[in-house]
């Protein structure tokens, strides 16, 4: 694993887990292929395989912007180790195959993908079952176009993070407000259960790594408490369930403090914006906020769609 959420699959002819790379991501919107549809599941099909045939040849752009490329552009990564041992002036070109990288096909959306196409979310048989059969149709076309061209193509769960506001913005302008789909200024991500929904840690745990073995390029778990320092032995058995349930979670909690008064309990407000309930500062120049965006922890303002879906995040389990 690389970066917040990258996995390198298994070489079935050589185990070499180092010296690899990611030629690049495009990222399929679900929610739009949804909403194109309008429920019809046959049309839901014939356009998800249109979306697909668009992100192959923008992958195959990205890739062959790659081919040609000379170890001398960058001799840390080509020339001495850090992704190979060429020599100078060699094209990297060979890199490309053969399992020695790999080019993703990135997704969001499952969720509002799911509650379009059925009324239902991950937590229904019905909803999980379409849902699977998404993300294989995903995995079907990856290995296809593997087979046919033997570059490493790999499902993604994009962590999308600000990418989130423009997708939810395009939707809403092309299709309008729709209850539970359009009507927030985010995606939901990946595979993950929507973020204002209640359900405990462990169960989400559970479904959403039913999910994970469907995205074998790279995703990520999470789980949102509030501060665990006087309940270390749940956090434990947390950290136990996740390491019998996921291949990669995380558990997200929030610090804060405030620089006018000394509060460390800040809270966002229905306007996305941090205040402190003590004294009423809410200037993030004069607080320090810690929280995880999506995939990396940040202490920088985002954007409005990123606000939105940390607004919405529930605890999955008390403190």
């Not at 570059?151 to 913005?169: L, Q």
């Not at 999470?222 to 749940?234: D, H, Q």
Request: charged letters at 25%.
């Amino acid at each position: 694993m690389w970066g917040c959420r990258s996995f390198l699959a298994p070489d079935p002819i050589e185990h070499r887990y180092y010296s690899k790379f990611n030629q690049g991501v495009v990222t399929l919107n679900l929610p739009d292929v949804a909403l194109s549809s309008g429920k019809d599941i046959d049309k839901f099909w014939k356009i998800l395989e249109e979306r697909l045939n668009l992100c192959y040849r923008a992958l195959m752009i990205r890739h062959n912007s790659l081919k040609g490329t000379k170890s001398d552009v960058a001799p840390i990564l080509w020339q001495h180790g850090a992704y190979a041992r060429l020599k100078s002036g060699e094209k990297i070109d060979k890199l490309l195959y053969n399992n020695n990288s790999t080019i993703s096909l990135g997704y969001a959306g499952l969720y509002e993908c799911i509650h379009y196409m059925t009324g239902g979310s991950q937590l229904d048989e019905k909803g999980k079952e379409f849902g699977i059969a998404v993300m294989q149709a995903l995995n079907n076309a990856c290995d296809k176009w593997k087979a046919d061209t033997n570059i490493s193509f790999s499902i993604y769960g994009s962590p999308i993070e600000s990418t989130t506001y423009k997708f939810a913005k395009c939707l809403k302008k092309r299709f309008g407000i729709i209850e539970g789909i359009t009507d927030k200024d985010y995606v939901t991500n990946s595979y993950h259960i929507t973020p204002s929904q209640p359900i405990d840690a462990f169960n989400k745990l559970k479904i959403e790594g039913e999910f994970q073995e469907y995205s074998q390029g790279g995703s990520v778990n999470y789980i949102e408490t509030p501060n665990m320092t006087k309940n270390i032995t749940a956090l434990l058995e947390l950290i136990k369930y996740i390491y019998e349930t996921n291949m990669y979670a995380e558990i997200n909690t929030m610090t804060s403090y405030c620089q006018v008064c000394g509060c460390t309990d800040i809270k966002m407000g229905d306007d996305f914006e941090f205040h402190c309930p003590q004294c009423g500062n809410n200037d993030f120049d004069k607080m320090n906020i810690a929280l995880r965006i999506c995939g990396y922890i940040s202490t920088n303002p985002f954007n409005r769609g990123r606000a939105n879906d940390i607004h919405d995040r529930v605890y999955h389990i008390g403190d």
